[in-house]
């Protein structure tokens, strides 16, 4: 195989509290997109950028614009061969298709405007499906884009017969889809080779580290990625196909924990993973002279990085973890989640996106409820000063017998270093607030204790920062007003280096 595996993808999640450095507001615009990718680039020295048509609005001028606006650079570094523009498509088995079609006339038409300015390189031949759950769906989108290509060749009298597929890359996002991931790859190569006469040469796999943790919490999102990577690394040893893992995580611990600050312990975590995703608040809540060392630092390590299989008692017991704390996290979680709707109303915006459900949008459901995006969720946690790692964590780790703990601190080595880290960002003060109001809080305050007494750490801040953030976690479980709610929601992200 001869193309470039990308290690580094920027993304548009809107998890940052900073303004970016090419701008003076923290709120990126659908129109100032365009020029986000190119600074990641060009400025953060980015392989890849993800450009994302699910539930948010796309500018489809993308291709157009960064090839008029910065004719020389992409010259210079052509996508398809240095750079990678990477689009997700809307999944139409879960949210309506309107944006589907124009996404892939997108990339066809981008093919053409690079034919006509002598680029040599096919500029956009990947897009991801997000939730995937079938080797049949990726077969279809392809068929879909096929279609389009012959469509556009017969009646527009213009194509290439060499650019009238596309290359898939699943996204598994549930503990389940995750674990099945080998299932649905090779049911996929073997469809794959009845469908097109070919095999698959090699695949790009992404696991979801957000969603998973907002549907069964942090512990069974965590330790289903290790699974699935170690699934993956079987994959690979039973078809000899490679195998380009993606990750998709963000600065706070509960959402994977890719930080600057962070790179070693995110390397270690996840072996195997070849490509991972930094979000707007890696990018921006830090000074560029922390963030371009990490990101190269990162590379480096995505690059040396190697499976680690986890076969028989081991996987069963991890695999068993994961099953109990994603139970009681919902058993923790339910009684709580409407005391939380008023800050998920109120939390701040970075992006222009659809509504969350309606005509151009679905909804993430945790045991009927409507949840808000995973960021949203963490934020609004940590802005009440009760990081989300601690729901459903510590009666899971109190009920383990010694092999099972010995078991989890092997696979997982960094447990006490990411629970002691989030708790940096408890408020005592705020849940005994809470507790007044909801006596089902006091299951948080017994999940806390055991924690600290297992880990043998104790949570609350360490620094001037940490003790002001606690501060105003317990103010804005106080307060009503909404706009007031919002601010001090906005001050507490700019403490702790992320939104949500």
Do not use: C
Not at 288 to 312: H, Y
């Amino acid at each position: 195989m001869d193309r470039k595996i990308p290690n580094i993808m920027g993304t548009q999640h809107p998890d940052n509290a900073r303004a970016p450095f090419f701008q003076k507001s923290p709120f990126v615009s659908a129109f100032k997109e365009i020029n986000e990718a190119y600074q990641n680039f060009s400025v953060l020295d980015a392989d890849e950028y993800m450009w994302d048509w699910e539930g948010k609005h796309a500018d489809a001028s993308v291709i157009s614009r960064l090839y008029s606006e910065h004719y020389d650079y992409f010259k210079q570094h052509q996508l398809g061969r240095d750079k990678f523009l990477t689009f997700r498509f809307p999944n139409i088995w879960e949210e309506k298709g309107y944006s589907l079609m124009q996404a892939m006339t997108t990339m066809l038409l981008a093919e053409d405007l690079a034919r006509d300015l002598q680029f040599d390189q096919r500029p956009l031949f990947e897009a991801i499906l997000p939730m995937t759950k079938s080797a049949d769906q990726l077969i279809n989108m392809e068929d879909k884009f096929s279609a389009l290509a012959h469509f556009k060749a017969k009646v527009f009298k213009n194509g290439h017969k060499d650019y009238d597929t596309i290359k898939m890359i699943p996204l598994f996002e549930s503990f389940e889809a995750q674990q099945n991931a080998p299932k649905t790859l090779e049911k996929f190569i073997e469809l794959y080779r009845k469908h097109f006469g070919k095999d698959v040469e090699y695949m790009r796999v992404f696991l979801a580290g957000s969603d998973s943790a907002l549907s069964n919490g942090f512990l069974n999102s965590i330790i289903g990625n290790k699974l699935a990577l170690s699934g993956l690394a079987q994959f690979v040893d039973k078809t000899r196909i490679p195998v380009y893992p993606i990750a998709g995580t963000g600065s706070t611990i509960f959402r994977g924990g890719l930080s600057p600050e962070m790179i070693d312990r995110y390397v270690r975590e996840f072996p195997g993973l070849k490509t991972a995703t930094i979000q707007s608040a890696f990018r921006y809540d830090f000074p560029m002279s922390t963030v371009k060392p990490a990101i190269a630092k990162l590379r480096r390590g995505l690059q040396n990085s190697e499976f680690n299989v986890i076969s028989g008692e081991d996987h069963d017991t991890l695999f068993n973890i994961a099953n109990r704390t994603g139970k009681e996290y919902h058993d923790t979680l339910d009684p709580l989640i409407n005391d939380l709707q008023h800050v998920f109303n109120v939390f701040p915006k970075r992006r222009d996106r659809h509504l969350h459900v309606g005509i151009l949008g679905y909804s993430r459901n945790v045991d009927g409820y409507k949840m808000p995006r995973a960021i949203t969720f963490s934020g609004s946690l940590y802005s009440v000063g009760v990081p989300p790692e601690f729901i459903g964590s510590g009666k899971v780790l109190r009920g383990l017998n010694k092999k099972e703990m010995k078991t989890l601190r092997k696979y997982y080595p960094d447990m006490r270093h990411d629970f002691d880290h989030a708790g940096k960002y408890f408020s005592r003060r705020a849940l005994n607030i809470l507790e007044t109001k909801n006596p089902a809080w006091k299951v948080v305050d017994k999940e806390i204790q055991d924690l600290e007494d297992i880990l043998d750490v104790k949570f609350g801040p360490t620094t001037d920062d940490q003790a002001k953030h606690a501060e105003l976690a317990a103010d804005l479980v106080s307060i009503h007003d909404k706009q007031t709610r919002t601010e001090l929601i906005n001050r507490m992200g700019l403490l702790r280096h992320f939104l949500g």
